[in-house]
């Protein structure tokens, strides 16, 4: 092909603006694709090199003579007369499939730094195990983990996600993301706020729970900025922007801290903190709240302290100041270890766990009002439940005031006469 051809290099221009590949990439696949179809023809050279001439579009073939070492050590032109003919059928298949590769290559060049970015597509497919979003000249795939649960998704509508991962398939790029990671919602401020987007403010830590709530950390590196009021906007439209893209999700900014007691405090909200107790060693901090904030500071189903935790890194227990009150007052009073059981006479008696004497619930009502009662009364009558009739106190009183223990007639094996007992009690 001595002459011309500017047909020739037309087409490889047009094809070269419609795919968006450079007209030297086409020139060197074509190339290649001669190369191999030279060497199938009868007698030729074991090496040879197809040249292009980007100008005219001249094709050319020059077999080669190699030595040892890989030199070219004679070289000549072996361009068949028919290679025009034999060159245009080699080169629509070759060109056609090496096409599909560059296209598939600069697609997956395009989108293989992009995780962890925002996109937009078109809802193009949806089943129970994912859905199909167009992006143009790609496809991403969006699995069933990565939805938010009861979020329906309608062929055509428009919908933004974020990128979790691109891989690279002999069939182009798979582009996965996720509509329920929190990153989306950092990306989501960042179209909406400007100061984010500029690095005046920072979005610290984010927590969520997809289609129900968030909670984010704001930090302002300038003084002068409010970096939750800079998040909600005036009367809230910034937010309200985000929420609406999350179909309704409810979103709270809380400002970010370094002190970690401010930073539980401020993750709790709405509910209002009265105490921190922070242990550093097991990482748990206790957060003491008002009685009528308790259910507040927990949330439905403990969403609201389950946020807390991931978005501090604290594991936070809520009580209430009541609870906290019990606790301190059982402070420092040892439990005996044991079961209340009934014992053959139907009564209900304690068994210590280790074994031993059982106790009656007489018994142990009498012990704990004695050491109930001050210092000095512990034997006091009126802490001691009064005796049965048969066990009077009148058998006691008919004795001499100077009698001795052991002069009666108890003492002496006998039984007491119901008639000195009775003139004693009378």
Not at 91 to 96: E, F, G, N, P, W
Not at 123 to 135: I, K, P
Not at 264 to 277: D, H, K, T
Not at 339 to 364: F, H, I, K, L, Y
Request: a negative charge; hydrophobic letters at 40%; one cysteine or more.
């Amino acid at each position: 092909m001595s002459t011309t051809n500017f047909e020739f290099l037309d087409a490889l221009g047009q094809i070269a603006r419609d795919k968006g590949i450079s007209v030297e990439t086409l020139l060197d696949a074509l190339a290649n694709a001669l190369v191999a179809a030279y060497k199938r023809r009868p007698g030729a050279a074991e090496e040879a090199v197809v040249t292009i001439d980007p100008e005219s579009g001249e094709i050319r073939v020059y077999g080669q003579e190699l030595d040892e070492d890989g030199n070219v050590v004679r070289e000549w032109d072996d361009t068949p007369k028919d290679f025009g003919r034999i060159a245009a059928q080699a080169a629509k298949q070759v060109m056609t499939q090496r096409i599909r590769e560059v296209e598939r290559e600069m697609k997956y060049e395009e989108y293989a730094g992009r995780e962890g970015d925002i996109v937009t597509g078109i809802v193009q497919q949806t089943d129970n195990r994912y859905t199909l979003l167009d992006l143009g000249k790609v496809e991403a795939l969006l699995p069933q983990a990565e939805q938010v649960p009861y979020e329906r998704y309608e062929h055509g509508a428009r919908l933004k996600a974020y990128i979790v991962e691109v891989r690279k398939t002999s069939k182009g790029p798979q582009i996965v993301v996720s509509r329920s990671h929190p990153g989306l919602v950092k990306r989501l401020f960042e179209l909406e706020v400007p100061e984010i987007s500029s690095g005046v403010v920072e979005i610290k830590a984010a927590a969520r729970d997809p289609g129900h709530r968030t909670k984010l950390a704001v930090w302002s590196n300038d003084p002068n900025v409010d970096p939750v009021g800079a998040c909600v906007g005036a009367r809230g439209s910034r937010v309200r922007m985000v929420t609406n893209e999350l179909r309704g999700e409810r979103v709270d900014i809380v400002p970010f801290s370094e002190d970690p007691v401010e930073l539980i405090q401020a993750s709790l909200q709405p509910a209002r903190v009265r105490e921190v107790r922070l242990d550093d060693a097991t990482g748990r901090a206790t957060v003491v709240v008002g009685d009528y904030q308790l259910s507040l500071a927990i949330g439905k189903e403990g969403q609201n302290v389950k946020l807390a935790n991931r978005l501090t890194g604290w594991l936070i227990d809520i009580r209430s100041e009541s609870q906290v009150a019990e606790d301190e007052a059982r402070e420092g009073v040892e439990w005996a270890e044991g079961r209340w059981v009934t014992n053959e006479a139907g009564q209900m008696v304690w068994q210590p766990a280790e074994g031993g004497e059982v106790v009656s619930a007489e018994e142990w009502s009498r012990a704990a009002a004695e050491e109930a009662a001050p210092e000095g009364q512990a034997e006091a009558p009126a802490q001691v439940e009064a005796p049965a009739l048969s066990e009077a106190p009148a058998q006691v009183e008919a004795l001499p005031p100077d009698a001795e223990a052991g002069s009666g007639p108890a003492d002496e094996g006998g039984e007491a006469d119901p008639a000195q007992v009775g003139e004693g009690a009378s």
